[in-house]
């Protein structure tokens, strides 16, 4: 079974997309109407901005979303997925590219989505943290065990996990993983602790923009980040895709569930190739690749 795989926040790179725009006049079609959707000419910040100007949360985001979906769209029927899923903001992606949300309307969540994730980030100064070459157990154990907010918030494959919280709290964990034998616990450059219970506000004010949307079954199954299990009903996929606001991104059980219902290959969609490191490191054997217009 093919499986295709998007990828989220921290994969984009300048100069994104431009192959796409050069080469299609559908995606040429698609990157102007975003242009029109989000009031500003992204496009010139993905084909020409610095790295700087990308890693702006209301840029980055729509910006992989639109290379992700887009790239889709233009594969045409190159593109016959068997099953999907998205890391984070790539599950937004997923559900275009499954056919369960429209590109136009997809835009749209994801730009509400930056913008609240920013505000949520203003509110209370907050951080995330990978830690490497623990085991989920201990790092779930050691954050439990800490009176300040600090939770996992990736579980990215296994001896990865970033956790998420409060600075002092994150101090502290980064502290404890690493005198329990982490090999490193390394304070991310984020704007706050995404994926945790401080992104309340966030969850609050998308959830009214998700249940205003329509979402349709999916012409496969999704497996959604909250637990890592595959969705076809609407209404579910909505429940869960707010609650991944302040949820835990369960990426190493997506490819393991994905792996044990028939995955035969792995798919990247948009941006760079993080995930299909993150596949290899769940299972080695695994054939991975990055989705390419035919030349």
Known sequence: MKAYIFPGQ??????MGKDLYDQSEKARELFEKANEILGFRITDVMFEG???????TNVTQ????LHSTIL????????QPEMVAGHSLGEFSALVAAGALSFEDGLRLVAARANAMQKACEIQPSTMAAILGLDDFTVEDICERISEVVVPANYNCPGQLVISGSIAGIDEACIKMTEAGAKRALKLKVGGAFHSPLMEA????????IV???IKSPVCPIYQNIDAKPYTDPELIKKNLIAQLTGAIRWTQTVMHMLEDGATSFTEVGPGNVLQG????????AITASAALPQ
């Open 10 to 15: 921290g994969a984009q790179f300048p100069g």
């Open 50 to 56: 610095t790295a700087e100007d990308l890693v702006q």
């Open 62 to 65: 729509p910006a992989i979303y």
């Open 72 to 79: 889709a769209i233009v594969l045409g029927d190159d593109f």
């Open 202 to 209: 966030a969850r609050v004010e998308l959830e009214a923009a």
């Open 212 to 214: 205003a949307t329509e």
């Open 278 to 285: 993150l596949v290899k490191k769940v299972d080695k054997t």
